[in-house]
Every structure is written in C-alpha cells, then in structure tokens.
C-alpha cells in the first residue's frame, strides 16, 4: 500500500449524525488518532454523538410545576403516576382535550385567568390614571426644564475664562502724513510684539523705496499700495498690553477720501489717539479749513470716545528741536476747537509731546537733555497730565460706563462665513457666552450663540470693552446678519425709522448753505449707515443764545432740535438709557455737516 496516494476513507456509516444545535467542534475524547494519508478507525459506541431530544425532555421535566394543577389531574388520575406518559399528554394538547375532566378543569382556570386580567387591567388603569395626573402637574416645569436646558450657557472644556485685565481700543486719528502708522508701528515694537529681524527688514524695504523714515509705519500698513503711497486706506488693527491693560490699536486713514472708514476704526475705540505733527506747515496744513484734524476730532467726540490724547508729534523734527512755545502754539490752536465739539477740556482730553520715529516719551520719557521743560510741566499737571509718557498715560485711564449686568448690546460690524455664520462686533454692555440666545435687531430674528472669540482667541465669557467674533447658529446665514445690525439679549434695543434729536450744525456743503426741511445726508450711528432726510426743524438756538421756536432753516453753527426720517427701520436707542446707540453724525458730500445725540423715540406700538 502506497502512502503517498492513498485517499482518506470517507465517513458512510448511516449511524453516524450531526448536532445540529452545536456551536462549536470538540474533537470526542474516543476517538482514535487520524494521520494523514490513513483511514479514520472506526469509532466505539460510547463514543456516538448524542441525540438532542433527551437533553429537551430531561429539560422539559425538570421544569414541571409540581403544584400545577393541570400537571396533578394528568399525571394522578390520567396516567395513573407513569410521569412519562404524563409528559407525553402535555405535550400533546389535542389528545389531552379528548378527556372531559382535562377539559373541565381548563374552563374553571380560564374564568379565573380572565377576573385576574379584569383586576390586573383595572389596578394598571388606576395608575395610568395616577401618573398622568403627575405628569399634567409636573408639564410645565419640565418644559421649563427642558428650555433651561437648551438656553443653558454650554460650558466649553479647554475655553479661557478670559484675561481679567481690562481691554481698550485705541484709534489713532489725524491728518494724512502726522505719523499715525509709525507711532502705532512704535508702539508694538517697544511693547515686545515685533521682533528685531522683523524691524531690519522693513527698514531694508523703505530704503528700497527711498523713504527711510517709513519703516515703522510698514507694521501696520501691510498691502503695497498703502506702503507705495505712504497712505493708510484701510483700519489697521494690531494688539498690545502692559501689566495693567489689554489694547486693541485702530489705525484710522488720515486722508479725507477715507474718511468713512476712519468711521468705522472710531466707532469701536474708547480712546482717540490725535496725532498732530509739529513740523513747520504741517500743523496748519492739518488743521486749517480742509484739513483731516478738525473733521477727525469732530467725529471722534460724535462716537463716543471717552478720552482724547492729544499726541504733538514729530518734536525731534529740525524745525523744531523740542522747542515748549511750538508745542504750547499747537496746543492752544487746538483746544477752543474741542471744546466746541463738545469735549471737557479739563477732565477729557490730555497734551503730550512725543517722537513717534524715536520713541521719545512713549514708553519712556524723554531725556532732560534733549527736552528739559517736559518733566517741569508734566510733574505740575500743566498739560491735563502728570504721567510723563504716552503707555503711562493710557494705563491710568478709568473707562465709566461699562455695565456687565445690563442687557447685551454688540452693534454688528461685520460678518463672514467660515463653518458657519461669524459676526464681528464690540460688546457694549452685558456680557455673552456661548449658548446664549440672542435677538438680531431690527429683524427680531433669535439664534444661539455656538461660539465666543474675543482677540482670536476662543473665550468662555466675553465683557464689555472686548471685541468679539460670534459663531452664530440655530440656522442663521450670513444674508440674516448684516453691519449695523444690534445683537441683544431681551429686552432688545428699539428699530425706528424717526428719531428727535439735538444737533449741532458745524458745516454745509459749498453748493447749499441751507438746512432745512428735505434736507438729505448719510446718517452715521454705531456701525449703521442709513440715508436720512430732515423732517422738521423744531428749534434753532444760534451763538448769541437766541432760541427760535419756529424756525425755518438753521445755518453753520447754531444749535437745533430736529426729526430726522431714515430710509429703513434701524436699531437705536437714545443718549441718556444708551449713549452707544444714541450719537449719530451727518455727512454729505465728503463733509460733516451735523454731530448730535437721539433724544427721543416715536412711543412703542402694542
């Protein structure tokens, strides 16, 4: 017999079966041992596969109730106590009907089977009964329960609570070439947030373009054309901080052709930064008729800026050495013109001569050297400050007004989409969270907030002063939320088309020197621009204090009470509940013509 091909018997033993209920193969203990090649040795009997009946059978007995009546009557009477015979029976319902004292018993078991169900039914409705009394109690508490839920603010694991140092924005306004990017430029790099290799290459930049003195102003001034030209078109924004505060720098454009996004950089500051430049011809260029730093000062005050830091600039220029009678000329040119537009010359705005390029009297003061009559007049308050420096000086400022408990208030400044709808915005007054639910005003729509950021960085709180970015959900799309919009918790701000106001009427444009009734102007308000037409003018008061209670027109300079239409419905609110909502400029024709405050709403409708 050859080994290598021989073929393995197959199994034909008609015995032999398989378990069908088996979950897995063992080999039986009996079985004698396979090689390959060889014919499988016959199995012994023991070693059989079992059936599976018996196993059931057996498990079938052992589960018998004892006591079961059915079971007694089958197995004592019928089967006369063969219990396999007895098993057999139950088994076989058919067969075991056939006997009539089976049948008997089965009708007295299912009467009391059915008065066990009418009294398990009746007990079951009793207390379905019971728990929706409880449930019609408990409603609108859970429904309370469950909105508290949804509303909760969402606690995000790994979000600051948010730097409890106090944040300012600072705008930095004047006119075009008084060195507003190089002083903020400074500013960042003397505070450690622009690295020498950084500053190096800005510098070989400017001697490429042969302005070598512009080197600072290339931090802010980021795209080519602005650095080209030596002209800032767009907001600049940058961020610093000292031991005490946090800032946000607003670079505002000088030049007049844009001033509406000046507007824009102003309306979020709490502090304006003017710049002034000392240079022989420049100061008189700036501020004279025409020049950017009356119209910027204007609207500065308009916004609602809390202090004015006047910044004489350009004091180590050659034609003028630090010299105190250039700087005391500059100054007092200035403040007749700010107390007109409405600033405490006193309390509110503060003079300080600096060099923006070298540094001088920004973060530290200048040398007695080269300046020997600063510290004389700032040691005796002289100039509206006894802060010798320009970072001191903006440290020591208390902002009033900031209420964290009032309801929410973030005039929209802009929006994107980056998954999902983002808005941009100062927060006013109150606070936000993520998780909160808001009111976009004047749509009335609601949403929730998904998401806080406050300086690009995600924050579980945002308080007012901080500019934020909102993660706007709840199905909001970027055509729901537009600039000048007003994001609020309730009670929201009010949406009016008019508005009675105080006003101050400071220019005309050179072909209407009339104001008067049909009078149209851009309306500027927080972040909203809306067209605007005077309805009525209810009073004038000119600058001899001669009040006119019918008047017909108003001319530069006086004071008026007037109703103004706006051309849509537009979230305001007036001066003396929310000033932020309440001031308001008139421009047209590349003009200021107007600066006032809403001092009244038309009344609520029901």
Same mark, same amino acid.
């Given at each position: 017999?050859?080994?290598?091909?021989?073929?393995?018997?197959?199994?034909?033993?008609?015995?032999?079966?398989?378990?069908?209920? &088996?979950?897995?193969?063992?080999?039986?203990?009996?079985?004698?041992?396979?090689?390959?090649?060889?014919? !499988?040795?016959?199995?012994?009997?023991?070693?059989?596969?079992?059936?599976? =009946?018996? &196993?059931?059978?057996?498990?079938?007995?052992?589960?018998?109730?004892?006591?079961?009546?059915?079971?007694?009557?089958?197995?004592?009477?019928?089967?006369?106590?063969?219990? %396999?015979?007895?098993?057999?029976?139950?088994?076989?319902?058919?067969?075991?009907?056939?006997?009539?004292?089976?049948?008997?018993?089965?009708?007295?078991?299912?009467?009391?089977?059915?008065?066990?169900? %009418?009294?398990?039914?009746?007990?079951?409705?009793?207390?379905?009964?019971?728990?929706?009394?409880?449930?019609?109690?408990?409603?609108? *508490?859970?429904?309370?329960?469950?909105?508290? $839920?949804?509303? !909760?603010?969402?606690?995000?694991?790994?979000?600051?609570?948010?730097?409890?140092?106090?944040?300012?924005?600072?705008?930095?306004?004047?006119?075009?070439?008084?060195?507003?990017?190089?002083?903020?430029?400074?500013? @960042?790099?003397?505070?450690?947030?622009?690295?020498?290799?950084?500053?190096?290459?800005?510098?070989?930049?400017?001697?490429?373009?042969?302005?070598?003195?512009?080197?600072?102003?290339?931090?802010?001034?980021?795209?080519?054309?602005?650095?080209?030209?030596?002209?800032?078109?767009? $907001?600049?924004?940058?961020?610093?901080?000292? +031991?005490?505060?946090?800032?946000?720098?607003?670079?505002?454009?000088?030049?007049?052709?844009?001033?509406?996004?000046? /507007?824009?950089?102003?309306?979020?500051? +709490? /502090?304006?930064?003017?710049?002034?430049?000392?240079?022989?011809?420049?100061?008189?260029?700036?501020?004279?008729?025409?020049?950017?730093?009356?119209?910027?000062?204007?609207?500065?005050?308009?916004?609602?800026?809390?202090?004015?830091?006047?910044?004489?600039?350009?004091?180590?220029?050659?034609?003028?050495?630090?010299?105190?009678?250039?700087?005391? %000329?500059?100054?007092?040119?200035?403040?007749?013109?700010?107390?007109?537009?409405?600033?405490? /010359?006193?309390?509110?705005?503060?003079?300080?001569?600096?060099?923006?390029?070298?540094?001088?009297?920004?973060?530290?003061?200048?040398?007695?050297?080269?300046? +020997?009559?600063?510290?004389?007049? #700032?040691?005796?308050?002289?100039?509206?400050?006894?802060?010798?420096?320009?970072?001191?000086?903006?440290?020591?400022? %208390?902002?009033?007004?900031?209420?964290?408990?009032?309801?929410?208030?973030?005039? /929209?400044?802009?929006?994107?989409?980056?998954?999902?709808?983002?808005?941009?915005?100062?927060?006013?007054?109150?606070?936000?969270?993520?998780?909160?639910?808001?009111?976009?005003?004047?749509?009335?729509?609601?949403?929730?907030?998904?998401?806080?950021? =406050?300086?690009?960085?995600?924050?579980?709180?945002?308080?007012?002063?901080?500019?934020?970015?909102?993660?706007?959900?709840?199905?909001?799309?970027?055509?729901?939320?537009?600039?000048?919009?007003?994001?609020?918790?309730?009670?929201?701000?009010?949406?009016?088309?008019?508005?009675?106001?105080? &006003?101050?009427?400071?220019?005309?444009?050179?072909?209407?020197?009339?104001?008067? *009734?049909?009078?149209?102007?851009?309306? #500027?308000?927080?972040?909203?621009?809306?067209?605007?037409?005077?309805?009525?003018?209810?009073?004038?008061?000119?600058?001899?204090?001669?009040?006119?209670?019918?008047?017909?027109?108003?001319?530069?300079?006086?004071?008026?009470?007037?109703?103004?239409?706006?051309?849509?419905?537009?979230?305001?609110?007036?001066?003396?509940?929310?000033?932020?909502?309440?001031?308001?400029? @008139?421009?047209?024709?590349?003009?200021?013509? =107007?600066?006032?405050?809403?001092?009244? @709403?038309?009344?609520?409708?029901?």
């Amino acid at each position: 017999h050859n080994a290598s091909t021989a073929q393995p018997t197959q199994p034909t033993s008609p015995n032999m079966s398989f378990n069908p209920g &088996a979950t897995e193969w063992k080999p039986s203990a009996g079985a004698s041992e396979w090689s390959p090649g060889g014919a !499988a040795a016959p199995a012994p009997a023991a070693a059989a596969a079992p059936s599976p =009946a018996p &196993a059931r059978q057996e498990s079938a007995v052992s589960e018998i109730d004892e006591s079961d009546p059915l079971w007694n009557l089958v197995l004592t009477k019928i089967a006369n106590g063969d219990r %396999e015979r007895a098993l057999n029976l139950i088994n076989d319902p058919d067969a075991l009907t056939a006997y009539p004292e089976v049948a008997k018993l089965i009708e007295e078991l299912g009467e009391q089977d059915e008065a066990m169900d %009418e009294a398990e039914d009746e007990a079951g409705d009793q207390i379905v009964e019971a728990t929706e009394k409880m449930q019609i109690s408990e409603e609108p *508490a859970k429904a309370a329960a469950e909105d508290d $839920v949804e509303d !909760a603010e969402v606690p995000m694991e790994g979000v600051k609570e948010g730097d409890p140092r106090e944040h300012l924005n600072l705008v930095f306004i004047g006119h075009v070439d008084a060195g507003k990017s190089t002083l903020s430029g400074n500013i @960042l790099y003397l505070t450690d947030n622009v690295d020498k290799r950084t500053i190096e290459k800005y510098e070989r930049e400017a001697k490429d373009l042969n302005r070598e003195s512009w080197f600072l102003a290339f931090i802010m001034d980021t795209n080519e054309e602005e650095r080209a030209k030596g002209k800032t078109v767009e $907001v600049g924004k940058a961020h610093f901080a000292t +031991d005490v505060k946090r800032y946000t720098i607003l670079d505002a454009p000088g030049h007049k052709n844009y001033v509406p996004n000046m /507007i824009m950089g102003a309306c979020q500051a +709490d /502090i304006a930064v003017l710049v002034i430049s000392a240079r022989k011809g420049e100061f008189e260029t700036g501020f004279d008729r025409g020049g950017q730093t009356r119209e910027h000062a204007l609207l500065a005050k308009t916004l609602g800026v809390s202090y004015l830091v006047v910044v004489v600039n350009k004091m180590d220029d050659p034609t003028v050495n630090w010299q105190k009678d250039r700087f005391d %000329e500059c100054t007092s040119k200035l403040k007749p013109f700010l107390k007109s537009c409405g600033f405490k /010359i006193k309390r509110e705005v503060k003079f300080i001569p600096i060099s923006g390029l070298s540094g001088a009297n920004v973060k530290d003061e200048v040398d007695p050297s080269v300046c +020997d009559w600063w510290k004389k007049s #700032h040691t005796s308050g002289e100039n509206n400050t006894t802060v010798p420096t320009l970072i001191g000086l903006l440290d020591s400022f %208390e902002i009033e007004g900031r209420d964290a408990a009032a309801p929410l208030r973030i005039p /929209i400044l802009d929006r994107y989409t980056d998954r999902g709808t983002i808005a941009m915005g100062k927060v006013e007054s109150g606070t936000v969270r993520p998780g909160m639910k808001i009111t976009l005003m004047p749509t009335r729509n609601k949403y929730k907030v998904d998401a806080v950021w =406050a300086n690009e960085e995600s924050v579980a709180v945002a308080r007012p002063g901080e500019n934020v970015l909102l993660k706007i959900g709840g199905g909001c799309g970027i055509e729901d939320v537009q600039r000048g919009f007003v994001a609020c918790t309730d009670p929201p701000c009010r949406s009016v088309q008019k508005v009675i106001c105080k &006003a101050m009427l400071m220019d005309m444009p050179d072909n209407n020197q009339i104001f008067t *009734a049909g009078f149209q102007a851009m309306f #500027h308000t927080h972040t909203c621009e809306e067209e605007a037409t005077v309805v009525k003018l209810f009073e004038t008061t000119n600058k001899k204090g001669i009040v006119n209670k019918k008047p017909a027109f108003a001319t530069v300079g006086m004071q008026m009470v007037v109703m103004l239409e706006l051309e849509r419905m537009t979230p305001l609110g007036t001066f003396d509940k929310e000033p932020f909502l309440g001031r308001f400029s @008139l421009r047209t024709e590349g003009k200021t013509v =107007a600066i006032g405050v809403i001092t009244k @709403l038309p009344p609520k409708k029901d």
